[in-house]
């Protein structure tokens, strides 16, 4: 059965070239492992850049989407507009996990920043800690209340590549690459911003601005991948830092390695999903947060820096 779960390099080249409709090994490649491929590479790549901009933006290296409740937050409206809404249209699904990855970001930066010292490092924790097991508790509630829904999103929670087509990433694809673009560009920009905000204001760098931009960037990326795969945790906290120990703190360099080590990942961690229970899958956050939780519990040991 294991021989047969993947397809050889013979198979896949021979499906794109001369690819055969009744040929059930070139139908598998064109409709299941190729879409699976491309959506664990970009969604992947969107998480991890978030949060490579997320520690660089709050300054803190327990930052990214799933820790501070953004995604919490996305996954939270999809169940609402889900169950309380009916709405099962994947672009409508789409919006409403990007309002509600803005809300989380929002309510957290807000709670962080609250006091004389202004945004902190332990502030931004507390805040996103409160947030993540405010939405989880507001998500738990909406499906006891609704179990006849509960199948609807239970795919959501668990977070999967499975099933996921092409058609479902194209409406969220324009702006994932834009985000992406725009993550890209800003690597100069960032690399000046963390060394102080006061160093950057001398230098003439428009700190707001860049904040704004940043944080808008986060939410596209981060709303955009839960409205793909629903809840995939950890790939935004430990990717940067894998970054940052092969090319150091420059953040032109730090943000498109996240990237391609955060597709990477993704698409392993897809690999592993299909082989531990087989012919079933594991859900695909279980798997991340299996890899994602002890490296969690060692920054928080050892308070590796975020720079």
Same mark, same amino acid.
């Given at each position: 059965?294991?021989?047969?779960?993947?397809?050889?390099?013979?198979?896949?080249?021979?499906?794109?070239?001369?690819?055969?409709?009744?040929?059930?090994?070139?139908?598998?490649?064109?409709?299941?492992?190729?879409?699976?491929?491309?959506?664990?590479?970009?969604?992947?790549?969107?998480? +991890?850049? $978030? /949060? *490579? #901009?997320?520690? &660089?933006?709050?300054?803190?290296? =327990?930052? !990214?989407?799933?820790?501070? %409740?953004?995604?919490?937050?996305?996954?939270?409206?999809?169940?609402?507009?889900?169950?309380?809404?009916?709405?099962?249209?994947?672009?409508?699904?789409?919006?409403? +996990?990007? $309002? /509600? *990855? #803005?809300?989380? &970001?929002?309510?957290?930066?807000? =709670?962080? !920043?609250?006091?004389?010292? %202004?945004?902190?490092?332990?502030?931004?924790?507390?805040?996103?800690?409160?947030?993540?097991?405010?939405?989880?508790?507001?998500?738990?509630?909406?499906?006891?209340?609704?179990?006849? /829904?509960?199948?609807?999103?239970?795919?959501?929670?668990?977070?999967?590549?499975?099933?996921?087509?092409?058609?479902?990433?194209?409406?969220?694809?324009?702006?994932?690459?834009?985000?992406?673009?725009?993550?890209?560009?800003?690597?100069?920009?960032?690399?000046?911003?963390?060394?102080?905000?006061?160093?950057?204001?001398?230098?003439?760098?428009?700190?707001?601005?860049?904040?704004?931009?940043?944080?808008?960037?986060?939410?596209?990326?981060?709303?955009?991948?839960?409205?793909?795969?629903?809840?995939?945790?950890?790939?935004?906290?430990?990717?940067?830092?894998?970054?940052?120990?092969?090319?150091?703190?420059?953040?032109?360099?730090?943000?498109?390695?996240?990237?391609?080590?955060?597709?990477?990942?993704?698409?392993?961690?897809?690999?592993?999903?299909?082989?531990?229970?087989?012919?079933?899958?594991?859900?695909?956050?279980?798997?991340?947060?299996?890899?994602?939780?002890?490296?969690?519990?060692?920054?928080?040991?050892?308070?590796?820096?975020?720079?």
């Amino acid at each position: 059965m294991l021989g047969r779960t993947f397809a050889s390099w013979g198979e896949v080249v021979n499906a794109f070239l001369h690819y055969n409709p009744e040929s059930t090994a070139d139908v598998l490649i064109h409709t299941e492992r190729l879409p699976r491929a491309i959506i664990g590479l970009v969604v992947g790549a969107s998480l +991890a850049i $978030a /949060g *490579a #901009l997320m520690q &660089a933006l709050t300054r803190n290296p =327990l930052a !990214s989407p799933s820790t501070f %409740g953004i995604n919490a937050g996305a996954i939270f409206f999809v169940v609402v507009a889900s169950l309380m809404f009916s709405i099962s249209d994947m672009t409508q699904l789409m919006w409403f +996990a990007f $309002a /509600g *990855a #803005l809300v989380a &970001a929002i309510i957290v930066y807000g =709670l962080g !920043s609250i006091g004389r010292d %202004g945004l902190t490092p332990i502030k931004i924790v507390l805040a996103g800690s409160a947030i993540l097991a405010l939405f989880t508790s507001f998500t738990q509630a909406m499906l006891v209340l609704n179990e006849t /829904g509960m199948q609807n999103v239970l795919f959501w929670l668990a977070g999967a590549i499975g099933g996921r087509t092409l058609e479902m990433l194209q409406p969220v694809l324009p702006l994932l690459t834009i985000a992406g673009v725009t993550a890209l560009g800003m690597g100069r920009a960032i690399n000046l911003f963390v060394t102080g905000e006061d160093i950057a204001k001398g230098m003439g760098q428009r700190v707001v601005l860049l904040k704004i931009v940043m944080g808008l960037t986060i939410v596209i990326l981060a709303g955009g991948s839960v409205a793909i795969v629903g809840a995939v945790g950890f790939v935004g906290l430990f990717i940067p830092h894998m970054a940052r120990a092969l090319v150091g703190t420059d953040y032109r360099w730090i943000i498109p390695f996240s990237g391609a080590l955060g597709g990477l990942l993704l698409m392993t961690a897809d690999l592993i999903a299909r082989l531990v229970i087989i012919p079933a899958e594991v859900p695909l956050g279980v798997i991340t947060a299996f890899i994602g939780v002890p490296f969690f519990l060692y920054i928080a040991r050892k308070g590796v820096t975020w720079k």
